[in-house]
Nanobody, 129 residues
Framework: QVQLVESGGGLVQAGDSLKLSCAAS????????MGWFRQPPGQESEFVAA????????YYVDSVKGRFTISRDNAANTVYLQMGSLKPEDTAVYYC??????????????????????WGQGTQVTVSS
């Protein structure tokens, strides 16, 4: 198993940047593909970004492409979400997630929350206009 702890959330203004971190402990971090999801107030959880085991492959929801960057440092057991040009609609609780995907399955299901078995507690990001 793996335990996940997010950090880095906060209150920022529109146009600002913020970097979220997700620290993992437990089983070998590089065994897990990772994802970031978010849940806006009163809405369902939505996919934000995902990254493969070595970091070679990354995926984004269209609304954050060009503004957000997902990365990972396997030596530090951490995945990051660098967020730029933040908008009020980015306001949400952000969660990191992990699972032991098979490669083919990850490529087709990285955006589905139920495919991840391990989740952090979430970190609040609030963007004011």
């Amino acid at each position: 198993q793996v335990q996940l702890v997010e950090s880095g959330g906060g209150l920022v203004q529109a146009g600002d940047s913020l970097k979220l971190s997700c620290a993992a402990s437990g089983r070998t971090f590089s065994d897990y593909a990772m994802g970031w999801f978010r849940q806006p107030p009163g809405q369902e959880s939505e996919f934000v970004a995902a990254i493969s085991w070595s970091g070679t492959n990354t995926y984004y929801v269209d609304s954050v492409k060009g503004r957000f960057t997902i990365s990972r440092d396997n030596a530090a057991n951490t995945v990051y979400l660098q967020m730029g040009s933040l908008k009020p609609e980015d306001t949400a609780v952000y969660y990191c997630a992990a699972d032991l995907f098979r490669q083919r399955a990850f490529m087709t299901t990285y955006m589905i929350p139920s495919r991840y078995n391990y989740w952090g507690q979430g970190t609040q990001v609030t963007v004011s206009s």
